[in-house]
């Protein structure tokens, strides 16, 4: 269903509190040394914790909790001991959470160490891409808006924008009509509804817009071998404007 209960968006609110504190406490844990399946494994610990359940796990086959993509890695970077963090990485955490039954989203892309200017300016366009989407975007007005936002601020900041992977609705499951694209017209689309939550993710390379699929069959990367910055929350949807529901509380956007 695409539009929620007040039921319904209490249990997806304790989902995402879960989800964004879950976020919070992966955020901690980034740094030179560490091994991403670490991390994987302490954000598993502490959602369940939290008293929620991790439903990317075991997802069509997914092997973890959470997605940690580094550097040139999009989405859907399966955790592994081999994959250890450096000085200069930039590393993407997807976190979903559930409780009762419905879901949270949310990603941040993070530092490790020293990264590059241009690189910095990749995850700080990222990030406001997301919320040049949600500035103007109300119940009555098409999908589209916020797609066409996303990609105006993307593309005039001289990065490109994913095609083939989107944002979605959200609920009961992790991924529920509709389908939240990151390019497009204004007018195209569904049409936003009254109690709708959907997942709003910017997935913005630094390079050329053209990905790849590793042979795992999960991991996608950019083709040029260029770094990619993910930036994501589950958003509310009423008549009195768009609540963030994953947002950080200190965020300097929090107040937006």
């Not at 241009?118 to 989407?133: A, P, Q, S, W």
């Not at 689309?189 to 630094?206: D, F, H, L, S, W």
Request: charged share 25%; net charge negative; with cysteine.
């Amino acid at each position: 269903m695409i539009q929620k209960t007040p039921q319904e968006i209490a249990l997806i609110k304790k989902a995402c509190e879960i989800t964004r504190d879950a976020l919070i406490h992966a955020k901690s844990l980034i740094r030179e040394g560490i091994s991403t399946f670490d991390i994987d494994k302490s954000i598993e610990k502490f959602i369940i914790d939290s008293g929620g359940q991790t439903p990317c796990k075991g997802y069509m086959g997914y092997p973890s909790a959470s997605c940690i993509s580094v550097n040139n890695t999009i989405v859907h970077g399966i955790p592994s001991k081999d994959i250890i963090l450096k000085n200069g990485d930039i590393v993407s955490v997807d976190i979903v959470a559930s409780y009762k039954g419905y879901c949270g989203d949310a990603t941040r892309t993070y530092f490790v160490g020293e990264v590059s200017d241009e690189v910095k300016k990749l995850v700080r366009v990222t990030k406001e891409c997301f919320f040049k989407g949600i500035e103007n975007a109300r119940v009555g007005d098409h999908i589209g808006k916020i797609s066409h936002a996303i990609q105006q601020h993307a593309e005039s900041n001289g990065f490109s924008v994913v095609r083939e992977l989107c944002g979605h609705g959200i609920g009961k499951k992790m991924h529920e009509p509709p389908e939240v694209l990151n390019y497009g017209k204004e007018t195209g689309g569904a049409v936003i509804k009254e109690n709708m939550t959907i997942a709003i993710e910017p997935m913005i390379n630094m390079g050329k817009k053209e990905i790849a699929l590793l042979p795992d069959d999960w991991t996608v990367v950019t083709r040029d071998g260029k770094p990619s910055a993910h930036y994501e929350n589950t958003v509310l949807f009423t008549t009195r404007g768009v609540e963030v529901l994953t947002l950080e509380s200190d965020d300097e956007y929090y107040s937006r």
